[in-house]
């Protein structure tokens, strides 16, 4: 079992930037790829960035690439996203996840997940 619980959300101007934080509860927590997804209001779930537990590589969505750069600390049971030169249309509510997932497919949809933070919201807004 992992519990996961994101912080560092808020309201942010277009342009800035802001770092989620991802802390994971389990001594497993090495084994697990790592994802962010987001949600905004009457859309669904979209993938935005994973790293394996290997740190080997990471996967964006076309829409972050260039602007976001995930990472974890293993030995703090930690991951992060860091998000820079944020639009408007950032703005959604960003969850934690972490799962077997292992292929490139795997890892961007919600389907190799099996377990998720509560989210944290993020508002980019003038």
């Known amino acids: 079992q992992v519990q996961l619980v994101e912080s560092g959300g808020g309201l942010v101007q277009p342009g800035g930037s802001l770092r989620l934080s991802c802390a994971a509860s389990?001594?497993?927590?090495?084994?697990?790829?790592m994802g962010w997804f987001r949600q905004a209001p009457g859309k669904e779930r979209e993938f935005v960035a994973a790293?394996?537990?290997?740190?080997?590589?990471?996967y964006y969505a076309n829409s972050v690439k260039g602007r976001f750069t995930i990472s974890r600390d293993n030995a703090k049971n930690t991951v992060y996203l860091q998000m820079n030169s944020l639009k408007t249309e950032d703005t959604a509510v960003y969850y934690c996840?972490?799962?077997?997932?292992?292929?490139?497919?795997?890892?961007?949809?919600?389907?190799?997940?099996?377990?998720w933070g509560q989210g944290a919201q993020v508002t980019v807004s003038s």
């Open positions: 996840a972490a799962g077997r997932a292992s292929s490139p497919i795997t890892t961007s949809s919600p389907t190799g997940y099996d377990y």
């Open positions: 389990g001594r497993t927590f090495s084994t697990y790829t």
């Open positions: 790293i394996p537990w290997s740190n080997s590589r990471t």
